[in-house]
Structure formats: C-alpha cells, structure tokens
C-alpha cells in the first residue's frame, strides 16, 4: 500500500506539473500548482519529513500559491492576445531544457549515494528547534534580513504606484 | 484512534494486522469525524437563524418539526437535493465544479487533528496545531477559484475581498498561539490539552495576562477568518450580492454553506483545545465525560460568535485591515516577548 | 502499516538515478548525497499519522460526489439560456470579468507570505523554548528570537511609514 500511495503522489506531482507548463490557460495553470505542491508535501511526508509537508502546505499553497493567482488576475490576459510562440523560439527553447535536464541527470545520477541506515526522528519539530538555537543561529537570523528586505522591497511597490496616480492627477 | 482499534479488535473479534487495523481504526475515525461535523454545521444553521431571531425580536423557524421548528434544518437538506444545478454558459466548467469540493476537503481535514475526548483523535500528530493552520488556507485557493470560475464582477471581488482577509488574518491566528506552544514546548494537540490540567487557572486563556490577551486575538482574528459578521466583507450583500458563490445554486452551494459553519465550529474547537483546557473540568484533576464537556465549551463560543455577528455593524474593509496590521500583529508580538519574559523569570524562581 | 523505505518505489528510483557508480565517485566524490532510509518499525510512527489524513480526503472526496450526484440525480433539469447567463442584478451583463485588482491585495498576500514564512520559524523556537531552560540558555533563546523578530518588526514599522497599510 505504500507504494501505492508514493505513485498516487508521484503521478499527481507531475501529470499537475505538466499541466501547469502545457496548459494555454495561465489561469487553469495557477490552480494546477495547488495540486503539484500538495503532491510534493505528501512525498515529503512519505519520507518522514512532517515538518517539511506541513510547511510546504502552509508557506506554497496558503501563502506563494495565493500570491501567483493575485498577480495572474491582476494582468489578466485573453487568451486570443498571448503572444504565439513561434518555431523559431522553440528550439532554442527545446536546446535549453534538453541542456539543463542533461546537466541535472548527470549531476544526480554521478553522485554517490551512500545508502545509510538511520533512525527516524520520532519529534522532527524539536530537531529543527534545537539546530537552530545552536548550529544554524547565523542562518536563521540571515533568514529574517532576507525577509526584511522583501517586506521593504513590497512598500517601494506601492509608493511607485503613488508616484504614478500624482502625475495622474496633475495632467 | 486506539479506543476504536481496540473496540473493533476486542468486540467485534476482528482479526487485523498492523495495516488493517490503522485502515480501519483511521476509516472509522474519519467517519465518525464527518458525522459529527456534518451533524453539528447543519444543527448551526438552525441555532443562527433562532438566536438571529430572539436578537431581533422574532422567533425564526417555528413551523417544521414540533418544538420550535427543530427539523427545519432536515427540511432544508431535502430541500436543497431537489434543486436544480445550474452551471452559468460563461462560467470556466471545470474550476466551478472543482471549487466546492476543494473548499469542502479543506474544511474537513483540519478535523483530523482535533482532540475532543482522550484518545479520541484521528491523527495524533505531533505537529497538530500547525497541520491544522495549515490544511485550512487550502480554502482560500477554493474560493479564489470559485471566484474566478463564476466569471462574475461580484463573484471575483468577493474573492479577492475573502482571500486578502484570510490571508491577513491567519498571522494573528498563527501568532496568538505561539505563546501556548512556549508554554507546552508541544504543538500535539493532546499535549496541549493535558498540559492544562489542573482547574480553571490552568487553562491556557485564563494562566497569564498574556496568554488571555493572546486568546482574545485569537478569538478576534478566528471570527476573521471564517469571514463572519463583523467581518463579513467578502460577504456583503449589500455591494456584493452575495460573494464568491453568488453563481453557485443547489448542491454545489450547499457545499460552500456547510463548509463555513462546519470552519465556524472548527476554530471554536480550537480554540476550547489550545485556549480553554479542552476536556479538562474548571476544578479539579479528574476527567469526566471529557467528549462533553469539550462539546460544551465549544458550543459556548460558538453561540458568543452568533450573537457578535448580529449584534455588530460590518466594519470598513480599511478597517479591517488596520485592526489586523496595526493592532492585532504588533499586540501578538508583544503577547510573545511578554509570555518569553514571563516563562523565564518563573522559571529562575521556580528554580 | 509497515512503510519500508527499502522498498520497491524507493529502490527503482534509486536505480534510475545511478547509472554508473565507478564513474561517480572519480568525477563527483565532492558531490555526496545521503540517503537515509528508516527501518521499518520507525516509519510506521509517521504512517499512523498521515494515513488518517488520507482517509479524511478520501471520505471527504466521496460525500462531496455523493451530495453532487444525488443533488443531480433528484434535480430538476430544466435549462434556460436566461437561466444560464451571469447573475448582475437582472439586468444584461455588462462587461466581462476584466476588473483590475487593487495593488494592495497583491501586497497583503505578500506580506501574509513574510510572515508566514516568520511563523514557520518561530514554531520550532516556541517547542523548544522550556527546555532551554535547563541548561540555562533562556536568556540566549529569548534574544535570539528578539533579533529575529526585531529585524522583521523594522520592517513592519518601514511598511508602516511608508503608508502601504493604508488601505485607500
């Protein structure tokens, strides 16, 4: 049952992930990610990453998920008026993907895994919060800069569109 | 979980290996879960609308059913089958068949987390209090959609209205019990509840200054979230019509309805777990009908929100995200560093 | 249930991935990766509490058709193609859904998606914040998510003065 489980989340992985680049309608692809994100939480839970799934299913689809269907509405475009993609685009296009996926096959599949047995972590949770009080303090602080510089980055958005309505008004 | 394994092990003499008897451990569990939740949201309906009723004056439903129309809600459930669906020729099909389901699933599984009796759970995480917060923003994906597919001004607004309030919302939410967590070190829920053994001063909401302030944001943001009178933006039928299921007819709308009392119970319930003790009595250590008492004190919050949304004005949506930005994040920061604070000093002169 | 990682699923996948180990570990002997597996007995902890999830969806899933296919069994089936149109207050529509979005939604959604992302790391710190006090690095703990809030309330405060909280 396990493995029937791990191919129902494989398959729903990427048969949404494919939608999601194949489909013509970028809003039909937006809520196909719903379903590629949730099939990569419930693999990360396969392998006992609880922390990991819930996260996925909390930051990916309650939060990055919300923000890609706001910006997909707000510039909503007919369908009619996507610009085609020629012949021409496509191959390079086609070069590209074949390059990359070489490159990443060759890197994951030149590696040498070293199948170790380990415990499970029974409290995933408490792991996390003990590796951040001690090994990784300096990223878990680097990580709120971060965060910070998005949020200023988000108000200089939105003063930029008030520049925009003054020159408006004025002309 | 293990009370029903043992029952279907011991009384029905069920032979099950390990597989077999999570299966169906978890199946009846589950099963139970959705009667119970599905029982409770359509016994809501008929408390809103009578204490809607006493509020204003009136007596509500009073023809179906003997005593004071108790069976209006059955008879809305028939009524409701009857009816004809209607897909708008506009509207995108597949996304407005999917949206109630989506929304309906997300309402469900929170459920599986919610401890109500002692091992009377269906999945005893260990990340519980966070799997709930979790699986419950699925929803604002739904009503996106459902706004979308509806192909309605109304609709759309109502949904891009409903999500920024869920979304707003749900930190305040994620934050007001961050303070509880510290305080249990455990985001299991049955940790949560036994933690708070021990009389009505044990409670989580009633331990600290801290913790009630924490609680009453949490109160505040949970009528938020399941987008309830005062905060009824996304709903407001003056402007509105109706939201984002204004498209929505028969079945496919029952869905939508069911799916907002049975989140309106949802955070009651949580609330009773990581706030008010869960099972545990005001006094005292012992456990009696713990299934009970929960249900109470759920029922208890769940009649205070009632009567909120019928007795305030809706507020501005301006308003209402200023009380969340501006009052309730900073004051839940605070409720963190004062609770941080507190937990440290009791602790050096416990020690 | 016994979930072992050792499985078929895991192992065919592993199989695709190494293709040729000599050549592996010349070319790429930086480039380790560990897999971990669990034993068996360790990896039913997980399954006892993801399986009943599983079958919540499932149940949910098949109410969900079951209301929708009798709805649609007992219903009356009798469409229109006035019935059929959008509703916009009985008059004809007008225009389509091509509305634009005020730019303060996609603000709050990526606010919403900061602090989240706050919250997920503040959840491990809350777990592990009493047991801290046994070692008696409490006050280490407490300032360490005081900066980490700090920075993110500075924020806040710049978002603030710059008026992108106003909702007008």
Redesign the interface.
């Known amino acids: 049952?396990?493995?029937m489980?791990?191919?129902l989340f494989a398959l729903m992985t990427v048969l949404s992930g494919f939608f999601v680049v194949f489909s013509k309608n970028i809003?039909?692809a937006g809520?196909s990610l719903?379903f590629t994100l949730f099939g990569v939480a419930g693999l990360f839970?396969?392998?006992?990453a609880?922390?990991l799934a819930?996260?996925q299913?909390?930051?990916y689809?309650?939060?990055?998920?919300?923000?890609v269907?706001?910006?997909v509405?707000?510039t909503?475009i007919?369908a009619q008026n996507l610009p085609k993609s020629s012949f021409n685009r496509k191959i390079p296009a086609g070069i590209f993907s074949v390059l990359i996926f070489a490159i990443v096959f060759k890197?994951?599949?030149?590696?040498?895994?070293?199948?170790?047995?380990?415990?499970?972590p029974?409290?995933?949770?408490?792991m996390?919060?003990?590796k951040?009080?001690t090994e990784f303090?300096f990223p878990?602080?680097y990580?709120?800069?971060v965060?910070?510089l998005?949020?200023?980055g988000?108000?200089?958005?939105?003063?930029e569109?008030?520049i925009d309505d003054d020159e408006e008004v004025q002309s | 979980m293990e009370i029903i394994t043992k029952l279907l092990t011991e009384t029905f003499g069920l032979q099950l290996d390990n597989t077999g008897q999570l299966v169906a451990g978890g199946l009846t569990m589950a099963l139970i879960m959705a009667l119970v939740m599905a029982t409770c949201a359509i016994v809501w309906t008929w408390a809103e609308r009578k204490v809607a009723g006493f509020i204003q004056s009136r007596y509500g439903p009073m023809r179906v059913g003997k005593y004071h129309g108790a069976l209006q809600p059955v008879a809305d459930m028939v009524k409701i089958l009857g009816k004809e669906d209607i897909i708008p020729d506009d509207a995108d099909k597949p996304l407005f068949v999917l949206a109630p389901i989506i929304i309906f699933i997300a309402s469900l599984l929170p459920w599986a987390a919610v401890p109500f009796a002692p091992g009377f759970i269906a999945s005893d995480m260990d990340l519980g209090l966070f799997y709930i917060f979790a699986v419950s923003s699925g929803a604002i994906v739904g009503i996106l959609m459902a706004g979308w597919a509806s192909n309605n001004k109304w609709a759309l607004y109502g949904a891009a209205r409903g999500a920024a309030q869920m979304v707003s919302y749900e930190i305040p939410l994620a934050l007001a019990t961050i303070p509880v967590v510290m305080r249990t070190g455990s985001l299991n829920m049955n940790d949560i509840v036994i933690g708070q053994q021990g009389g009505i001063f044990h409670w989580n909401a009633f331990h600290d200054p801290f913790l009630f302030v924490a609680f009453m944001i949490y109160f505040i943001s949970s009528i938020a979230e399941v987008n309830r009178g005062p905060f009824d933006m996304p709903e407001t039928e003056s402007e509105l019509v109706a939201g984002y299921h204004t498209e929505y007819t028969g079945m496919r709308f029952a869905l939508f309805f069911l799916s907002e009392y049975a989140n309106l119970f949802l955070v009651s319930c949580i609330a009773t777990a990581v706030f008010l003790g869960g099972w545990n009595l005001p006094v005292g250590n012992a456990v009696v009908l713990p299934g009970l008492v929960f249900l109470a004190k759920a029922v208890l919050l769940v009649l205070i929100q009632i009567w909120i949304r019928w007795t305030l004005p809706r507020l501005r949506v301006d308003q209402l995200m200023h009380v969340c930005w501006k009052v309730l994040i900073p004051l839940s920061l605070l409720c963190l560093l004062g609770s941080g604070i507190l937990l440290m000093v009791s602790g050096e002169i416990a020690a | 249930m016994v979930v072992d990682r050792r499985d078929f699923s895991v192992n065919f996948l592993i199989a695709l991935l190494i293709t040729n180990k000599e050549l592996a570990s010349r070319k790429y002997a930086r480039l380790r990766v560990i897999y971990i597996w669990f034993d068996a007995g360790e990896a039913a902890f997980m399954a006892e509490q993801f399986v009943p999830l599983l079958l919540v969806i499932s149940l949910a899933l098949i109410f969900a058709l079951l209301f929708l296919g009798l709805s649609y069994w007992l219903g009356p089936k009798k469409a229109s193609k006035l019935k059929k149109t959008v509703y916009e207050c009985g008059i004809p529509v007008r225009g389509g859904i091509e509305i634009r979005f005020f730019i303060r939604f996609f603000l709050v959604a990526l606010l919403f998606l900061l602090f989240d992302l706050e919250a997920v790391f503040i959840y491990p710190w809350a777990v592990m914040y009493q047991s801290m006090l046994d070692g008696g690095r409490m006050i280490f703990a407490l300032s360490e998510m005081g900066v980490f809030v700090g920075i993110l309330v500075v924020g806040l405060v710049y978002v603030w003065k710059k008026g992108a909280l106003e909702w007008q």
Do not use: C
């Not at chain 1, 689809?61 to 923000?67: A, P």
């Not at chain 1, 988000?154 to 003063?159: G, N, Y």
């Open positions: 049952m396990g493995d489980v791990f191919y809003v039909h809520f719903m839970a396969m392998l006992g609880d922390f819930i996260t299913t909390m930051v689809i309650g939060g990055v998920l919300v923000l269907l706001f910006v509405m707000m909503r007919p890197v994951i599949g030149g590696t040498e895994w070293n199948v170790l047995p380990v415990d499970a029974e409290a995933t949770i408490s996390i919060g003990q951040l009080l303090i878990f602080e990580a709120s800069i965060l910070l998005a949020m200023i988000a108000a200089i958005l939105i003063r569109r008030k």
